[in-house]
């Protein structure tokens, strides 16, 4: 069976500070993709990244960077610069599979950043 | 530019009653899901489909039905609803070839908020 887990349930920060948020993930598989998602308060899901159990590269757009480390379990997903506007719930998922909708999705991060 | 489309985006139940959440998409996905999505928890799988006329249990199926008879519509149907069944629910759809997950972008709908009294 797998398992996410983001440990942070809540943070807060001010504008500007840099933010990162863990995610930890388990498997036995050897091929599997790992999923960000943001949910604003408006409630809707947004896909973020996919990342391939094969290609650890570190992935940079825009303010949004992510580091995944197999050794570690590691997806862990970071803000530069935030704004008011990241202020959302942000959800790490895992898929073991080609169905990326049929995912394990942690409990989810609340982020809030104050003016 | 419609993406994913779910009704009601409201609705209150009596304990027993039935009723459909309707969704449905115009990006020719193969694939469609739905999920639930109690407070402070992370979206689980109640249903999905790998196309018309194909569906399967995800983690949580019980006390729900869908069926896919379109490759746009994928209509998730409470038979007697409880108040365990109030939640957030979510449809969403993505394109995969199987082979494995390239470009494989998941689109959701707005969610739809249940209260089952």
């Known amino acids: 069976a797998q398992k996410v887990t983001q440990a942070q349930t809540e943070i807060s920060v001010v504008e500007k500070e840099d933010v990162t948020l863990d995610c930890v993930y388990e498997t036995r598989d050897t091929t599997y993709y790992l999923f960000w998602y943001k949910q604003p308060p408006s409630g809707e899901l947004v896909f973020l990244i996919r990342r391939n159990s094969f290609d650890e590269q570190n992935e940079i757009s825009g303010r949004y960077s992510w580091n995944f480390q197999k050794s570690t379990s590691s997806f862990n997903f970071t803000i530069t610069a935030s704004q008011v506007v990241d202020s959302a719930v942000y959800f790490c998922a895992l898929s073991v599979n080609t169905n990326a909708g049929k995912s394990t999705f942690g409990d989810g991060t609340t982020l809030t950043v104050k003016p | 530019n419609a993406g994913v489309t779910q009704t009601p985006k409201f609705r209150i139940l009596k304990i027993g009653q039935s009723m459909t959440l309707q969704c449905t998409q115009d990006?020719?996905?193969?694939?469609m899901y739905w999920y639930r999505q109690d407070p402070g928890m992370g979206l689980k799988l109640i249903y999905y489909?790998?196309?018309?006329?194909?569906?399967d249990k995800g983690e949580v199926p019980n006390g729900y039905n869908v069926s896919r008879s379109t490759t746009e519509d994928f209509p998730l149907r409470l038979e007697l609803a409880a108040p365990s069944q109030t939640s957030v629910y979510f449809c969403a759809s993505s394109y995969s070839t199987g082979a494995q997950i390239s470009g494989n972008t998941i689109y959701f709908g707005e969610g739809s908020w249940l209260t089952v009294v």
């Open positions: 489909s790998v196309g018309a006329g194909i569906t």
């Open positions: 990006m020719n996905h193969n694939y």
